[in-house]
């Protein structure tokens, strides 16, 4: 006689209570345990390193900071360990910056219970799981990246090694002003919502080029 196949194991990372109950609800009578949640980051990385969990679904957006910071440490705390991030974000630099982090899956907090289950099944099996309705955005991303002019190619790597305006101005021998617009021009151009969002994104993706 087969044993039944063991519930995979779930730790759900999101600073709203009611959020978390939800995803229990959603995904307990499909086969998969939560073992754990948390609120925060901080949070988040003691229960991962004691329950050592399958599956860690993660929120883009917790008030402690971005998941974009915390994914390398919690896949170092709990090798084998599997990531989801969940968002309310379909910026595609935000889903290429948490898959460059380390996660396996990117889905929207707005999509139907059934992809929801599917992502979550497919990620805790090993597999990548990237939102459909967000690979042509993502492609089109690659394709605006690749026409960076040079200053902003410039900016982006000054950033990366975690240079101020007023520092990237003195290198690059302009005004603080024409920095603070490319920084503006490459939010637009890359799709991202804020500053933070550029500065992760920079220093996941580029090395200065100055």
Same mark, same amino acid.
């Given at each position: 006689m087969d044993e039944p196949l063991r519930p995979v194991r779930v730790v759900l990372v999101d600073d709203h209570p009611t959020v978390r109950a939800g995803t229990r609800t959603l995904l307990e009578p499909e086969g998969f345990a939560v073992v754990g949640e948390a609120a925060c980051t901080r949070t988040a990385l003691a229960v991962v390193v004691h329950q050592h969990p399958d599956l860690l679904m993660l929120d883009m957006r917790l008030e402690s900071g971005?998941?974009?910071? +915390?994914?390398?440490? &919690?896949?170092?705390?709990? %090798?084998?360990?599997?990531?989801? /991030?969940? @968002?309310?974000? !379909?910026? %595609?630099?935000?889903?290429r910056a948490a898959l460059s982090a380390g996660a396996s899956g990117y889905l929207l907090k707005s *999509? %139907?219970? @059934?992809?929801l289950v !599917? +992502? !979550?099944r497919t990620v805790a099996a090993g597999g990548k799981y990237v939102q459909p309705s967000l690979g042509v955005g993502l492609a089109h991303a690659v394709l605006?990246?690749?026409e960076l002019p040079l200053r902003e190619r410039q900016v982006l790597g000054l950033l990366a090694?975690?240079? *101020?305006?007023?520092? /990237?101005?003195?290198? &690059? +021998?302009? @005004?603080?002003? *024409?920095v603070e617009s490319v920084r503006a021009a490459l939010r637009t151009r890359l799709g991202l919502a804020t500053r933070a969002d550029l500065v992760a994104y920079a220093r996941r993706h580029h090395s200065a080029q100055v």
């Open positions: 971005s998941a974009l910071d +915390a994914i390398p440490g &919690l896949l170092a705390a709990a %090798p084998g360990v599997r990531i989801l /991030v969940q @968002s309310m974000y !379909a910026e %595609p630099a935000l889903v *999509t %139907p219970v @059934s992809e !599917a +992502a !979550a605006r990246e690749q090694d975690g240079h *101020t305006n007023r520092e /990237v101005a003195k290198r &690059l +021998a302009v @005004s603080v002003r *024409t």
